[in-house]
């Protein structure tokens, strides 16, 4: 019901866009976010947009990642520009019903998840 596409290998510099196709029924959740997890590490929250499009950022990608979403599509985009080598990771998007608030970063409160996409960053 979340299907993300968009990943590959770039370059350090360069930039990827991610999407994420979701059900209505998902798309309609209040909280939207992408998070990534690199091999024995921890999944983090990279990204979140609430229901009246307010954004949140880890301080790790501020500057350089933007989050959005098309409801007319149904689609949750994550534009990541000035990669790193560090970026690299398995992108995850994820809904949650409730709010983002402050707790947005927190894996536990997203109720739908996708497969994941990959991103190389070398």
């Known amino acids: 019901q979340l299907v993300e596409s968009g990943g590959g290998s770039v370059q350090a510099g360069g930039s990827l866009t991610l999407s994420c196709a979701s059900a209505?029924?998902?798309?309609?959740?209040?909280?939207m976010g992408w998070f990534r997890q690199a091999p024995g590490k921890a999944r983090e929250g990279v990204a979140a947009i609430d229901i009246d499009g307010t954004t949140s950022y880890a301080d790790s990608v501020k500057g350089r990642f933007t989050i959005s979403k098309d409801t007319a599509k149904n689609t949750l985009y994550l534009q990541m520009n000035s990669l790193k080598p560090e970026d690299t990771a398995m992108y995850y998007c994820?809904?949650?019903?409730?709010?983002?608030?402050?707790?947005?970063?927190?894996?536990?409160?997203?109720?739908?998840w996708g497969q994941g996409t990959q991103v190389t960053v070398s």
């Open positions: 994820a809904a949650d019903s409730s709010r983002c608030g402050g707790t947005w970063y927190l894996h536990n409160n997203y109720n739908y």
């Open positions: 209505r029924y998902i798309f309609s959740s209040t909280c």
